[in-house]
Every structure is written in C-alpha cells, then in structure tokens.
C-alpha cells in the first residue's frame, strides 16, 4: 500500500475529510472522559520547523504523546533541511528513522519534494500556500456548533493567503459557498480558485461578502516574512476589519472564527474577538483533538 501525505484538503475524498472531523470530535470526548488510547505507541513524529508557531507545536506534540508515541522538534538549526544537503536526501533519511513527519515551512513546492522522496507520511504544518491542519480545526469547531456546514454560506475577510488558499479547498470538499472579502493584489491562488469553480467567488466590498453569512473568518494583514509590508498591507486592508457592523450584516447565529495570533483592533475588533459569536479559543483547542485524528489515520 502505497503511503498516504496530507498536504492539502484535496489530498483527502470528502468522505475522508467527514470522517476524520467526525473522529475527532470522538477523540476529544475520549479525552475528557479520560479514556486511553495509544494507537501510535512506540511511533514517532519528526517535526521540522523552518517558521516558528506555538499553536503547531504544541498541538502535535501533545497530540503525539496522548496517542502513545513521541515527537520530534527539529529547529532549522537542527536539521540540513535547505542548508546544503538537498531537500530529497533529507527526505530519504528522516524517513528511514521516523514513522511520520511534519513540516512548517514557507515556499508550498519544498514540502511536495520532500513528500515525493519521503517512505512515511508527510503533513503539511504550514506552508504560504496552505494551511490544511487549521482547516480541520475550523470544520470540527463548525460541526460541533452548527452541525454539517454543506449549503451554507462562510464569508473570509483579507489577505488572499494560505488560510484563504485553504478555505478555497475546504469548500470544494464539504459544499459550501466561499465570499472572498481582499482589496486588488492580494487575491488568492488563482489556479485553486479555477478549480473550485462556482464554490468560491472574490467580492471586493467586504460589507456585501459578510451579508447573509454563516460564518465569518479572518487572519492577519502580514504573516510571518511579510513584516517589511506592514505599513502598506494596513493601507491596503483599512476597511476589511471584522467588527461589530460587519457582524451585524451576518445571519444573526453566525460564528467568527480566526486562527490567531490574532491583532486585535487591526483585523477584528476586540468587540467580535471576546464577543459571544466568537469560537475562537474552541477553534485552538481543536487543533489538537483534529490533529490527533490526522495523525491516526496515517500513522497508526
């Protein structure tokens, strides 16, 4: 059986990404109720890290060591990972010595020529194209609050980057409709947007992309390597703040979600942030229990 990566949500049928949303939510209940499972005993996960995170880590880490087995951290100054020795031969090696590994990195076509060379499963932590395993997170919190999100209607406010990237594929799998709110320039993937078809749409005024929505989601203006744009990204994005009158056009029952670290007052109000539509915290804690499913399903 040939090995299975996580990549990207289309790396998953949909009947796959259902089931791993629906067996997360198990694998929380699991949790509180105190009940052991170590599927992953005596396994262990490499996690290469080229951009730093606090919510990846720690949610696969602990993810890890709940499910029996152990993790890795490995620290660009730890690994030769894009510092001389190709990435290939480095593929070829960790592989040989670890049961899975996972990598944050940034250019999206380093992880697919890892994945290619790699004899265990690869998952995506974090590329600038996208960022699968916060997508698990964000429909397991879905599911768990509303239910089955096929038909609904999701309204993602800002810069067209890897969170927007994977909400495009996210829609295409599950049967939402995806209003896109970004100013010219900072669009998303262009080819992920051709293949989504009539699932994902750009709306330029975030005011008509919010109304009649289901949920509300935002990131930041400026992601990590993106500092030096700071001044002119908060130009750009002046009137794509997710406040309260943003909110407001909404169904009345919609969540706000955002994948945090979030600015507050910059990208959301803190009004919406710590307001009662807000899942946000429920949204971070998923990591963990979503990522605990993935880990599952391709380790165990």
Known sequence: MSVRHFLSLLDLTTEELRGLIARA??????????????PLKGKTLGMIFEKSSTRTRVSFEVG???????????????????????????????????????????EHEKIERFAAHSRVPVINGLTDLEHPCQLLADMQTWFEHRGDIAGRTVC???????MCNSYITAAQRLGFTLHIACPEGYDPDPDLMQQAGDCARIIRDPR????????????????????DEQSQRRQAFARYVVNGALMALARP?????????????????TEVLEGPQSVVWDEAENRLHAQKALLEFLMA
């Open 25 to 38: 939510t198990e694998l929380k209940r699991m949790h509180y109720e105190g009940v052991e499972h170590t």
């Open 64 to 106: 890890m060591i709940q499910l029996g087995g152990h993790a890795l951290f490995l620290s660009p100054r730890d690994t030769q990972l894009g510092r001389g020795e190709p990435i290939e031969d480095s593929a070829r090696v960790l592989s040989r010595m670890v049961d899975g590994v996972m990598i944050r990195t940034f």
């Open 156 to 162: 993602y406010v800002g810069d067209g980057n890897n």
């Open 208 to 227: 008509e992309a919010a109304r009649g929505a289901d949920l509300v989601v935002t990131d930041v203006w400026a992601s990590m390597g993106q500092e």
């Open 253 to 269: 029952d919609a969540l706000f979600m955002h994948c945090l670290p979030a600015h507050r007052e910059e990208e959301v109000s």
